[in-house]
């Protein structure tokens, strides 16, 4: 008996010693690491020239059908954020939408004739290296990638925009998005990565044609501090969240990730301004993304402080620590002789249980969950038993489940956007977590929460 008791110590100490090394554990992160998460964006347009038709008096009355002259041009040249399982190559990309707007308007054609202009996109590459595109604005299409516009948001809307590529671009990974519900404050670092045309401005070759880089070692990082989040209208007047920070960008740096110290994506680098000598710098927030990226079913990560993993750990540690010391002294007790003391029975609920809405849209609603029962809660109609209002914030198409099987109550979270929290505690992905009578389960935030009742109440 003795030696059993020197086993359970020897692992727990074990258990213990793998615990602190565990949590000592860091990892930095610098926007160097992540420039493999973007990739330039070569956007190709068709122009059409359409002769003008007047009356007799110079007043344009209409446009003629055919075309007079009708060309492709590269039009729009701009960087792209990798999209999907973090690490991963991926074929997933978010970009700004401006670089690939359709155009109409009056112009004039090679002839100086007046006429009615448009341009629209015709082929969206990725250019895997610095020899992607000539110098005559050729594209190499055995060095890049075709793509096709998956997502375009209105004028209204912010300005992003989603492509996939033909395949998983090699060597371009996916990089995850910051969590909604962490805010990132005034003042914290962040890095914009990107390709920006200035950069190319100092290296033309000898005809003073530009190089159009397209290699992961010519993403160009800056880096910078938050100034403050606010609402802005854009160049189209649409009214949206942004991110303004000091971190350097210029033309080119367009739909590029503006990532925090986790190397996660904390906005869409979009435009920059001047005024009275101050350069103005602006990311559309990310917190836009997981909306869009839903709707298009593409999978992505977000990344989560594991901070509280290693808090859990040491805690577990702890409890496991205590057991051994209670298992000690009944493995003792056996030694000398002592008698066991049967083990009672388990606390368990009888009959059903009621989730209480008490924040939300269901609160002071009641729902009942029966012997057997398994409701799932989202915004889905189709899978969910208690069905949430499209788009409610926080709440994810199928956010989570609660089960009572033998009497034993338990909420899972399948995966969500936002996370599942009970007492305030984040719960881990598709891992059962025992609730009592009393617990509050929140989604996503304590704006959507119920607690768990009995019949009568808590």
Known sequence: ???????????????????????????????????????????????????????DYDNIVGVEEDPTQVNERLMALGSGTGIGKTGKETQYFVTNRHLMTDIADLDYDIYGNACYYTASVSRIYLLLDDFAMSATNEIDTSRAVPCDLLYKSELDEPDLAVIKAAEPVAGRKALPLHDPNDSIESGEEVWALGYPSATEDFVSDSYGFQNYYGSVERVTVTNGTVSLHSTTTDNNGARVRVIQHTASMNYGNSGGPLIDKHGAVVGINTWGTQSDGQNYFFSIEADFLPDILDDLHIKYDIYHDSTWLWVVIIAAG??????????????????????????GDPTVIIGAV??????????????????????RIGVDPGPNGLQFPDRTPGVSHVHAAVSLNSGSLTVTDLGSTYGTYVNGQRIPPNVPTVLHVGDVIALGSNNQSFTVSTKGGV
């Open 354 to 375: 009621r989730l209480q809405g008490t924040a939300g849209v269901f609160a002071g609603r009641r729902f009942a969950v029966n012997e057997g029962q398994y409701v």
């Open 318 to 343: 702890a409890a496991v620590l205590a057991g051994a010391v209670v298992l000690i002294v009944v493995l003792t007790k056996k030694d000398k002789g002592g008698k066991d003391k049967p083990a």
């Open 1 to 55: 008996m003795k030696t059993d008791i020197k086993r359970v110590i020897c692992t727990i100490l074990a258990l213990c010693m793998i615990t602190v090394a565990l949590a000592g554990c860091s990892s930095g992160n610098t926007g160097s690491a992540n420039r493999n998460g973007v990739v330039r964006v070569a956007v190709v347009y068709i122009e059409s020239y359409y002769p003008l038709i007047f009356d």
